[in-house]
């Protein structure tokens, strides 16, 4: 038995590294295909030792059916093929922001809210990265103490942007101070901000407020961002401060909370973006409680991989595994115990 799936941006940075991610884990995948522009068509993938050719993403493509399909192409173009897609009887995990406010689209973390797959077929909306790695560092916390306040500042990898956001750091890493994708120089730079402003704050800093309270099912939390564009390649980083209702009993008390996290490693040592580069967790580092009700972390995650491709493989996993039969052996004691 097996999937048939389907990548739609595959040649884009995330849309590699969600096959890359699919090709490792346990997902049996029967049938493969992939998706791009006319531009990016033709040129091939590896999956599993064999060469996939990349498809031009049509409407009579999308209208064929798949159990699964991947999109990480934009907002535009989510918004035109995606609802075709699960017309047609495909359950659709969105990497863009086209469909994560919409109240009946399930907006999911799956180690925070996996239980609103149950029973649902449809598209379902991928957080923003620096959300995702966020709220896994702090899920736990909140279920415990019950989050009141989050004051964050992130400090976000080019990858984040895309490939021509990486091309154009390189080049000025070569000495070109030129700049098309970013509104200064990234290069031996931060920039202070990420997407266009509305009422001063930047659309990622919206995302940041809007998700988190999406995810954690509390309007009440106030988020306070500042979300900053650093020159690293790969990997977010986050600084966070946060505030509780209810008093922390103790410093180990909350590491203990932080540590009981699926997927979150906690470290004693400093942790850095590069050290993290390729793996599939959230580390935290930096644990500090300043009173009873606030404490600062240091989060560090692969932006493609945590925040992006990593957690579609997963909600597709969990999906079919919640909604079929079907559970990988390797994970059958803990979604039993979810």
Same mark, same amino acid.
């Given at each position: 038995?097996?999937? =048939?799936?389907?990548?739609?941006?595959?040649?884009?940075?995330?849309?590699?590294?969600? %096959?890359?991610?699919?090709?490792?884990?346990?997902?049996p995948v029967?049938?493969?295909?992939?998706?791009? *522009?006319?531009? *990016?068509?033709?040129?091939?993938?590896?999956?599993?030792? %064999?060469?996939? =050719?990349?498809?031009?993403?049509t409407e009579?493509?999308?209208?064929?059916?798949?159990?699964?399909?991947?999109?990480?192409?934009?907002?535009?173009?989510?918004?035109?093929?995606?609802?075709?897609?699960?017309?047609?009887?495909?359950?659709?995990?969105?990497?863009?922001?086209?469909?994560?406010?919409?109240?009946?689209?399930?907006?999911?973390?799956?180690?925070?809210?996996?239980?609103?797959?149950?029973?649902?077929?449809?598209?379902?909306?991928?957080?923003?990265?620096?959300?995702?790695?966020?709220?896994?560092?702090?899920?736990?916390?909140?279920?415990?103490?019950?989050?009141?306040?989050?004051?964050?500042?992130?400090?976000?990898?080019?990858?984040?942007?895309?490939?021509?956001?990486?091309?154009?750091?390189?080049?000025?890493?070569?000495?070109?101070?030129?700049?098309?994708?970013?509104?200064?120089?990234?290069?031996?730079?931060?920039?202070?901000?990420?997407?266009?402003? =509305?009422?001063?704050?930047?659309?990622?800093?919206?995302?940041?407020?809007?998700?988190?309270?999406?995810?954690?099912? *509390?309007?009440?939390?106030? %988020?306070?961002?500042?979300?900053?564009?650093?020159?690293?390649?790969?990997?977010?980083?986050?600084?966070?401060?946060?505030?509780?209702?209810?008093?922390?009993?103790? =410093?180990?008390?909350?590491?203990?909370?932080?540590?009981?996290?699926?997927?979150?490693?906690?470290?004693?040592?400093?942790?850095?973006?590069?050290?993290?580069?390729?793996?599939?967790?959230?580390?935290?580092?930096?644990?500090?409680?300043?009173?009873?009700?606030?404490?600062?972390?240091?989060?560090v995650a692969?932006?493609?991989?945590?925040?992006?491709?990593?957690?579609?493989?997963?909600?597709?996993?969990?999906?079919?595994?919640?909604?079929?039969?079907?559970?990988?052996?390797?994970?059958?004691?803990?979604?039993?115990?979810?």
């Amino acid at each position: 038995m097996g999937f =048939k799936v389907g990548v739609v941006g595959a040649t884009g940075a995330v849309g590699r590294t969600m %096959v890359e991610v699919l090709e490792k884990s346990e997902v049996p995948v029967s049938e493969l295909r992939l998706f791009a *522009s006319e531009r *990016s068509a033709g040129q091939t993938l590896t999956f599993k030792g %064999v060469q996939v =050719k990349v498809e031009v993403l049509t409407e009579e493509a999308m209208r064929e059916g798949f159990d699964y399909l991947l999109f990480s192409a934009g907002a535009d173009v989510s918004r035109r093929y995606a609802p075709i897609a699960a017309q047609a009887g495909t359950t659709v995990i969105d990497n863009s922001s086209a469909f994560r406010m919409v109240p009946e689209i399930p907006l999911v973390v799956p180690e925070i809210n996996g239980k609103l797959l149950k029973g649902y077929h449809g598209i379902v909306a991928n957080p923003n990265c620096s959300t995702i790695q966020m709220v896994l560092a702090l899920y736990r916390v909140h279920d415990r103490y019950h989050l009141h306040e989050i004051f964050v500042s992130t400090y976000q990898a080019v990858s984040g942007a895309g490939h021509k956001a990486v091309v154009e750091y390189e080049r000025q890493l070569a000495g070109d101070t030129t700049h098309a994708v970013f509104p200064r120089q990234i290069a031996h730079n931060v920039i202070p901000l990420i997407g266009d402003l =509305k009422d001063d704050i930047s659309q990622e800093e919206w995302k940041m407020i809007n998700e988190t309270r999406k995810i954690l099912n *509390s309007r009440s939390i106030a %988020v306070f961002p500042t979300t900053v564009r650093v020159p690293v390649r790969v990997g977010h980083s986050e600084s966070v401060v946060a505030r509780t209702l209810f008093p922390i009993m103790s =410093k180990e008390d909350l590491v203990e909370t932080i540590a009981s996290g699926e997927d979150v490693i906690l470290h004693d040592d400093i942790v850095t973006p590069v050290e993290v580069a390729g793996d599939d967790y959230v580390h935290v580092g930096r644990i500090r409680l300043f009173d009873a009700h606030t404490f600062g972390l240091w989060v560090v995650a692969d932006n493609l991989r945590v925040g992006a491709a990593t957690n579609a493989v997963r909600i597709l996993k969990l999906h079919s595994q919640l909604n079929s039969d079907l559970v990988f052996e390797s994970e059958a004691t803990e979604v039993e115990g979810r």
